[in-house]
């Protein structure tokens, strides 16, 4: 984390990797199946490490990644009919899941250290 304890750097480096997978993935995923594209899409695509992490972040860093998600998105054509014909995610509803999923863990973790943290947090 950089000194202003903003998680803008790391989103900024998502927004980045996301176009490096999805620019790859389109270029090498050209005589796969549909099927095969959608899994490729949501396995290197749809996942934002750290995500659930974010918390202090400025508004225009997280504006300039739903874009970027919605570009990356578009750069086949073969994406946007996958996304139509199956209702993939949007992009709040993608971060809220790992936000929820991470709430989730945590609760059900049994450390007594992460417990802890968590108790501390609640108060």
Known sequence: MNNS????????RERRNLFFRCRMLSRRSYSCS????????????????????WDNFTAGSLDKLRPAYVKCIKICDTFVKILTELNLHN???????????????IH???????QHFVHLHLM
Do not use: M, P
């Not at 304890?5 to 900024?12: P, S, V």
């Not at 549909?34 to 992490?53: E, G, I, Q």
């Open 5 to 12: 304890q903003l998680d803008d750097a790391h989103i900024y």
């Open 34 to 53: 549909v099927a095969v594209k959608l899994r490729l899409f949501k396995s290197f695509c749809l996942r934002f490490y750290d995500a659930a992490l």
């Open 91 to 105: 992009f709040n509803t993608v971060i809220d899941k790992y936000r929820s999923n991470f709430q989730c863990q």
């Open 108 to 114: 059900a973790c049994e450390n007594g250290i992460v």
